[in-house]
């Protein structure tokens, strides 16, 4: 459900006048309704996040913007790669079994570059 610009000041102690800056540079995209923001439940996680990054992680304004981007390109792409599972598990199950082995072909030939 959405929530107004006082209810998440309350629901994430963060200053209004923060949240109004934030929205301003459009680090923040909230809806526009009658006049007023209507901030959903992925809005007020991201002003967590941007309070969580300038006041504990000490990242400056200059790189929040930096940050985010980032952020939601990792979003993007792990959308993407759960919709192409679900296209593969969508396909005939020999179709299924030869992509999964040259899937697991090319990953093997580049190596695990993600650090676990």
């Not at 309704?33 to 309070?51: K, Q, T």
């Not at 980032?70 to 792409?77: A, E, G, H, T, V």
């Amino acid at each position: 459900m959405a929530k107004t610009l006082v209810e998440v000041v309350n629901a994430t102690e963060v200053s209004e006048g923060e949240i109004v800056t934030w929205v301003e540079q459009r680090w923040v995209l909230p809806v526009e309704d009658e006049g007023r923001w209507l901030f959903d439940e992925a809005d007020v996680a991201r002003i967590s996040l941007i309070d969580e990054l300038r006041s504990d992680m000490a990242v400056n304004d200059e790189a929040v913007p930096i940050v985010l981007r980032l952020l939601d390109q990792l979003y993007s792409l792990r959308q993407a790669m759960a919709e192409i599972q679900e296209a593969i598990q969508g396909l005939p199950e020999e179709h299924r079994r030869n992509l999964e082995t040259r899937l697991q072909e090319v990953i093997g030939a580049h190596g695990d570059k993600t650090g676990e």
